[in-house]
């Protein structure tokens, strides 16, 4: 691989320099040397401008060579949607199961929070998701900042592979009434049912009559555009996509003007997340939702839609997730001959594989 060099004036702060440059001396000249392994389809690294879309040197390629040749031969097919295989089980990352052939798995950040000793590195693909619905019923904030969230993904995305992390996620505000305003916070903490509310993160006192909805949904919505733009400021060469939050059509549309006024042309995104959808029962609702951003040129991801109703506006999606199987599995009985093996399938390999495939080929049929 070819190295880039650049000539600069005096040696920067090597606390500073990029990740990926290093500073070396060639005749009595100081270079910051590119040593990049992973390219954009384009050719070029983040480091670089591209020739395509000339912004690639200020953060991950936001042209189409950001996407694999396979996505973008998909989307001028018409495809199905790209379907990510939920887990709770970060092994399957690396783990050479068969029946794992070509599955991209979506997984929450929070499940290597605990590991100490590093990953080994990943056989299949990942996307990551922040884990900020679990982390706002729990807590009713971001307990970490922007800069902590940077270090603790980028050590994930090292270790796991830069090649294997399809995109990260960033530290969105679901924008659902229960996560706004709370619930059943007499159960604690700890139990499922609980929600914390975001009203002190909002800025307001106990005794502090509550935001109305609308103006509740615009704060969460400037909060998550907020973060995603202190990440792409803090980690340019991270694959950080941009997310929608909003709770009725009105507020999706708002928070796209948020990101225009921001100065993020999102119909110039490679994925631009879809958020506080996947809780919703009405078909309908989410389909109009999904028809109207699509519409207007965005490249949609469903984060944990529904799989019942899905065909009805897959066409305007690029990719969705679920983990629906889990729960599906964890009151259902186990699979013939794994009675004595689990008490549920609810982290099973076998229903994870088989339910997969199953939707995978529902949404092919759809399409």
């Known amino acids: 691989m070819a190295r880039r060099h650049r000539p600069t004036a005096k040696r920067p702060d090597p606390l500073n320099v990029d990740e990926g440059l290093v500073i070396v001396e060639r005749d009595g000249v100081l270079m910051a040397v590119c040593e990049c392994e992973d390219f954009y389809l384009c050719g070029h690294c983040y480091h670089e401008t591209c020739l395509d879309c000339g912004e690639c040197a200020v953060g991950p390629c936001r042209c189409a060579c950001w996407r694999s040749e396979q996505e973008q031969e998909e989307e001028a097919n018409g495809a199905a949607p790209r379907f990510y295989l939920g887990t709770h089980m970060p092994n399957w990352l690396w783990s050479n199961d068969p029946r794992f052939e070509d599955t991209t798995f979506f997984v929450s950040v929070n499940r290597f929070e605990r590991r100490v000793t590093p990953m080994p590195r990943a056989t299949r693909s990942v996307c990551f998701d922040s884990g900020g619905f679990t982390v706002l019923k729990k807590h009713g904030g971001w307990p970490i900042g922007a800069e902590e969230y940077v270090e603790r993904v980028r050590r994930y995305r090292s270790e796991l592979g830069k090649d294997r992390v399809v995109w990260i996620a960033p530290q969105d505000w679901m924008c659902e009434p229960w996560v706004i305003y709370g619930k059943n916070q007499h159960l604690g903490p700890r139990h499922r049912d609980y929600f914390h509310g975001t009203k002190a993160a909002r800025g307001l006192a106990p005794d502090d009559p509550e935001h109305e909805l609308d103006t509740a949904v615009a704060i969460h919505q400037q909060y998550t555009v907020d973060n995603y733009l202190d990440l792409r400021r803090l980690a340019p060469e991270l694959p950080v996509i941009p997310v929608l939050q909003g709770w009725e059509l009105g507020h999706y549309l708002d928070c796209l003007r948020l ?20 809780r919703r029962q009405a078909t309908a609702e ?31 999606l690029v990719s969705a997730d679920s983990l629906a199987w889990s729960q599906d599995a964890r009151y259902s009985a186990p699979l013939p ?3 004595g093996q689990h008490k549920s399938c609810a982290n099973c390999p076998d229903w994870a594989a088989s339910w997969h495939h199953r939707i995978k080929e529902e949404l092919v049929t759809a399409a």
């Open 337 to 339: 001959g794994h009675e």
């Open 286 to 316: 989410i389909k109009e939702i999904v028809q109207t951003l699509a519409g207007r040129g965005l490249r949609l991801h469903g984060f944990g839609v529904k799989t019942k109703g899905l065909a009805a506006y897959a066409d305007s």
């Open 259 to 278: 990101y225009e006024e921001a100065g993020v042309d999102l119909t110039a995104q490679p994925v631009v997340g879809l958020g506080s959808v996947c």
